[in-house]
């Protein structure tokens, strides 16, 4: 059971991960306003869809943030009760340091479950309603849902279960109607890709329809000059990075399936299975600094040093991803390698700090 000395600890944690939170996703969307303010004018997407559609944004933003902001209150706040010599009385009283340690991952567990939650429930939910939003006052006859895309063309309904970088489509269907709204020719391919101004449609089976029959017709590759305007796919697609875990292993195994590139979506699938843990990384890297000759400075040096940590984790991760990606890396070591190198420095850090105490 937690001391009241724990929870007092746990609190401390807690609130200074809620406010670095809030500082760091308030300034990630000030940016991303800024950066969104260059599309109004396109279609009905003015200031107030802006903004909606930032907000929309900013669970996904506060995932990501996370673990960065558990960093930065555990060294901020914690920091203040080592600078009132609190941790010393604390350690006076018999507080060991695993003790100390264990309370700060007790902690970090709540943020933890807080961000897992948050990842995967909603933030793609909300995601998801914020590319609708964007793409239907691009272009009225474009809607995003969570069961694919539906666009219209005259008396074209084309609709595809998924956006994918690199101009692609997953799951394509195409409707066709006539004058009096029946319709009249169905196709279905399982992928599509615009290249060289034109759609690659792959594994194409179409169904022409009449008063009296069906004619029924196969081919493995056709090439059709209309279907989605390109410029629209930076509103329609959805980075890897922005999927729930279970969204992404049905994306990697439909990939597999088809025998396409799944590599980008494999090592989204394992980051959001060692994103979380890397929170009680980051805490176990502050705590090194909050006792022995480290604690000296004020919050400024301490500011500094999270933000530097931060920084470099995020380096370091982005840069395996590509690394991985690159070199055909196994997805589950692109992911997990920064986690397991901020942890040996962690414990490293720990380590030298009990010789030091």
Known sequence: MTTVLGRYVMRQVLIGTALAVMLLVALDAVFALIDELRDTGRGDYGLREALLYVALT????????LPSAALLGGLLWLGNLAANSELTAMRAAGMTLGRF???????GLVVVVVMVVVGEFFAPAAESRAQNLKATAFDEQLSVSPIGLWARDGRR???????????????????????????????????????????????????????????????????????????????????????AAHDLARYVAYLQENRLDSAPYEVAFWQRITLPASTFVMLLLAIPFLFGSQREGGAGKRLFIGIAIGVSFVI??????????????????????????????ALYALQRMGRQT
């Open 58 to 65: 900013l669970p996904r933003r506060m995932y990501d943030m």
């Open 316 to 345: 370091v991760m982005r840069a395996m991803t590509h690394l991985g990606l690159v070199y055909n890396l196994p997805p589950v070591m692109a992911a997990s390698l920064p986690v397991v190198l901020f942890l040996i420095l």
């Open 101 to 107: 340690i264990a309370w700060v991952m007790q902690a």
């Open 157 to 243: 309904m084309v609709q595809a279960d998924a956006v994918l970088p690199g101009n692609q489509l997953l799951g394509v269907r195409i409707i066709e109607v006539d004058e009096h709204r029946e319709p009249r020719e169905i196709t279905r391919a399982e992928s599509a890709q615009y290249v060289d101004g034109a759609w690659r449609l792959q594994g194409v089976e179409r169904s022409r329809l009449s008063l009296d029959r069906v004619e029924p017709e196969r081919v493995e590759e056709q090439t059709i000059e209309r279907l989605i305007a390109p410029e629209y796919f930076d509103v329609l697609v959805v980075e890897p990075s922005q999927m």
